[in-house]
């Protein structure tokens, strides 16, 4: 499975963006990120079978990820943005019905999109 995360940019502080990553059907979806230098890291993911949603504690209540039915995509609206959001952001699939934040859960991954908020 091709995957496309898409919406990245550059933004600044207390900027908002909207990523999304094609993908429809019975899948679950992830999206993670990667600083320079640092691990992949969980942001947020959906289940398929009851869209229940999960997310890291640094993007929770700022970040929402939900599915555009009608685009047949996942989505990531990030809201209030911080310097320490700036990453490569990916987009990933799973076949389980899940919200795991473990990388090994995920089969399939798209080629990132970078966000960059500046001050």
């Known amino acids: 499975v091709q995957l496309q995360a898409s919406g990245g940019g550059s933004v600044q502080v207390g900027g908002s963006l909207r990523l999304s990553c094609a993908a429809s059907?019975?899948?679950?979806v992830g999206w993670f990120r990667q600083a320079p230098g640092k691990e992949r890291e969980f942001v947020a993911a959906?289940?398929?079978?009851?869209?229940?949603?999960n997310y890291s504690n640094s993007v929770r209540g700022r970040f929402t990820i939900s599915r555009d039915n009608a685009r047949n995509t996942v989505d990531l609206q990030m809201n209030s943005l911080k310097p320490e959001d700036t990453a490569v952001y990916y987009c990933?699939?799973?076949?389980?019905?899940?919200?795991?934040?473990?990388?090994?859960?995920?089969?399939?991954w798209g080629q990132g999109t970078l966000v960059t908020v500046s001050s």
């Open positions: 959906i289940n398929w079978r009851d869209s229940n949603t």
């Open positions: 990933a699939i799973s076949y389980s019905n899940t919200v795991s934040p473990r990388k090994d859960v995920y089969r399939s």
């Open positions: 059907g019975r899948i679950s």
